[in-house]
Each structure stands twice: as structure tokens, then as C-alpha cells.
């Protein structure tokens, strides 16, 4: 098919005709609380992979559930002629937990107001997966010469434990020419983004026991070593809290440094300081240049205190010296740094400092960079422009899709991240909300992207 006859022209009519069955879809999707950290929801989950399936056979694929040793992935495939390339498009079904106090409605109970749909999910990342499938109707019935297969996850809020299983499993089904992930935010909602890269995760406890029971201070204090003050100590050696600047010799060896180019894209998002700290509620930040602010949160490893649990917590003081304490640590990795080596730097370093301190494993994402030019960029820069009228800022993630590098490494293929959910969509916040503009937007966006990936590795 030639590149002028691709049919964008009905697609405004599609979109508009679709809505009404996109907010039910959306509703369903919504009400099942696919909440993937909470063991007692695996009914839930189950439930929602079922009706997944049945969406994506509605539209003419061939669909399943992939049963892995945890959660299931939902897999379809819609080939239209086996010599036509193929986009795997890449969603998960499962959401955030929504126990914090601030929902002001029942946040798996759909709520539709004008163009503003909210509930846990609606855009991380039930609303973007359905938006792509309707995209995808779409392009099937109007002949746009491409062959589609869908990976909806349903592990992805607990780091894709068995993703790379599943990808093991379909082995031969899988293979593809790309792939399309919808997961990601824009950083202004004035100024679309498509993100390039993430940050990994590295994630260990630190422990210190010093005896069996809580001490006396007034008895055995002088003498008695105390664990909080001996985790505080050591991790004031690991990292500079008031730069961030980790101190472990060889953390920064293999950090793959951000160009000016680059740079000037992030600054091209639309990011403003003010907006940044008015949106997560912080009184100052450990400094405020945006080039600064954006090179740390996209482009930069961190080192992170979540908690240090031990001691006393009750009100007041009471003068007791605790046995035991445990700080709970990440560090968001970048690219080219490996998870494995900055553990094995960190144990060896945390034995150096204090060797009564056990260093325990909790959790490992590798970082990802994919490009930011190339034909599939530039496809993703023409549909965006095509969708919402404005070039589109190529920047990095600063969080971690873990299933995204597992793709990365079995495909081999490029991968493309077309995100449509906007910082005030309270992404893992209460309230979660997702829009018409996004989603009709999105159905454009897909759309076009498929048409201009369709002339390609042909
Ligand atoms: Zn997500």
C-alpha cells in the first residue's frame, strides 16, 4: 500500500463513534480490582485477565492467558497476512494498591465526569492499553498492512517477577519487528513526551543485631552498641544526603553520561521547577536549576533512605538501647550501570565500613536506553505531532518497567514508548484519573504511528 492512501481520513468519525464504548470497556476494566501486590486479589487478577482475553476477541484476534508460575499474561495476536511487519504492543491490567485516605470516591467504582474518568487503573494502565486496542481495530479494518500482538501484563506493579517466563514459553509466537509500550507520563500536559530510557532498581536491606532484647540506657549505655545509630553512621558513609552524591568507590564507573543534546531535550518537556515541587508537595529541593533537577531524576543514579525500622517509636522518650535495626535502601541505576556489580560494590563496601551490618537482596531492575533518532523515533515523533499538534520531547524515565528490558533482551527489536498519561493523572496517587483527550488523542496517535511503521523493514 502506498504511504498517501493510508486511511487517517474517517478516523475522526471512529473516534468519536468509539467513546461510548471505550467508558464502558473502561468501566469493567476499572471495577476489577487487579490489585497485584495483595495476594488475596488473585481472583481478581484472574478475573481481569478473563475479560481482557474477551476484548481482544472482539476485535478479530486470537487470544489467551499464559499461565506462569505467578500471574498470568494476557497474549493476543492479530495477524492479517504473514507478510506484512508486526508490532507487539506492549499494556499491564494490574494496578497500584488504593488504601491511601485521600480517594475522595471508592476507587474501584468507575466514575465518569465530562471528560474526566476516575478509579485506580484508569491510566496506569487500563485507559492507554484500551485506547491502543481501539487504535487497532482501527488499523486492521482499514487496511493498514501490519500484523498485531498484544502483551498485557499482569505483574508489572510487583517488577514482572515472571515475565521473562512467559516470554520463554511463547518463545516462537513472540517474535516481532518492534515493539509499542503505553506506560509512561508526559512530564507538562501542554508538551507531549516520548521517554527513551529508564532507570533500574536495586533494592537491600541493611541489619544490625547487637543483642537479644531492648537495653537500659541508664544500666548498660556507654557500653552497649546501639544498631540505629551505628545503620545512620554507615549510611552517611555510603552517600552525601544533603548532594545525593553516592560515596561507595566505582558506584559511578559505567554511568553512560547524558549529552548536551539530550539535555536540551529534557528541557524541551515543558518541565518547570515550580510546577515539579508544587506537585509533589516539597518545601525545597536539594537544588533548583531544572537542567540540574531534570539531569537527576532522568539521567542520574540515586541512592535512597525508605525507612530504618527499630528503637522506640512511641510518643515522647523512652531510654531504651534497641537490639536490632534495619534500613530498608534503594539505588535507581542508569544506564550502562549493572545491578549484580553495584551490589557485589555495595556488600563489599558495607563490609569494609561495618562488618556486623548483613546486607540482604530485596530486589533488581536493569536500567534500559533505547534511541531517541532513527526511523521508529521519527514515526513516533509524526504521530504525536499528528495527534496533538506539537512535537514531542524525547526524554528518560526516572522509574523502571521491568518487563520492558526483558523484551529488550528476548526480542532484540526496537522499542518505542508512546505514553499518554499526564502528571496531574495521580499515576500511583489517589484520585488516579485518565481523560477523553488523552484517550481520543491516543486512538490518533496509534493510528498514525501504525501507518508510518507499516512502510518500514519492508
Ligand atoms: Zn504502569
Known sequence: MEKSSIPLKGLDAYVRSVRREFEEKLAELVEIPTISMDPDRQPDIERGADLAVEYLKAIGAQAEKVQTSGNPVVFGQLIVDRRYPTVAIYNHLDVQPANEPEWVREPFTFFKHDDRYEGRGTTDDKGPALTALMAVRYAVD??????????????????????????????????????????????????????YGLRGLLGFTLTLETGKKDAHSGTTGGAARNPIGELC??????????????????FYRDVKR???????????????????????????????????????????????????????????????????????????LVPHQDPDKIFQLVRDFVRSKNPDVKVTHEATLRPYLGEFTGPYADAG?????????????????????????????????????????????????????????QASGGMKMFVKYFSEIAQLNR
Open 381 to 437: 515523533r509524526r504521530a504525536v505531532t499528528f495527534a496533538f499538534g506539537k512535537e514531542p520531547a524525547f526524554t528518560r524515565e526516572g522509574g523502571s518497567i521491568g518487563a520492558i528490558v526483558t523484551l529488550e533482551e528476548r526480542l532484540g527489536v526496537p522499542i518505542v514508548f508512546l505514553g499518554l498519561s499526564l502528571p496531574e493523572h495521580g499515576y500511583h496517587a489517589p484520585n488516579e484519573n485518565y481523560d477523553w483527550g
Open 142 to 195: 482499514n487496511g493498514i498492512p501490519l500484523n498485531f500482538k498484544f502483551f498485557w501484563e499482569m505483574e508489572e506493579e510487583i517488577g514482572s517477577p515472571h515475565f521473562e517466563q512467559f516470554m520463554k514459553k511463547k518463545r516462537r509466537e513472540v517474535k516481532t519487528d518492534s515493539v509499542l509500550v503505553s506506560d509512561t507520563i508526559w512530564i507538562s500536559r501542554t508538551k507531549p513526551a516520548i521517554p
Open 258 to 332: 547524558a549529552s548536551a543534546e539530550e539535555i536540551q531535550n529534557y528541557l524541551a518537556s515543558g518541565f518547570s521547577v515550580r510546577r515539579f515541587m508544587r506537585a509533589h508537595e516539597f518545601k525545597s529541593l536539594r537544588f533548583t536549576d531544572p537542567a540540574r533537577v531534570l539531569k537527576s531524576i532522568m539521567a542520574e543514579p540515586t541512592f535512597e533512605v525508605h525507612g530504618i525500622v527499630g528503637g522506640y517509636v512511641g510518643p515522647g522518650v523512652k531510654t531504651v538501647i534497641p537490639p536490632r535495626a534495619e534500613a530498608k535502601i534503594s539505588t535507581r
Open 233 to 250: 553512621q554507615l549510611i552517611a558513609q555510603c552517600y552525601d544526603a544533603r548532594t545525593g552524591r553516592v560515596k561507595i568507590p566505582g
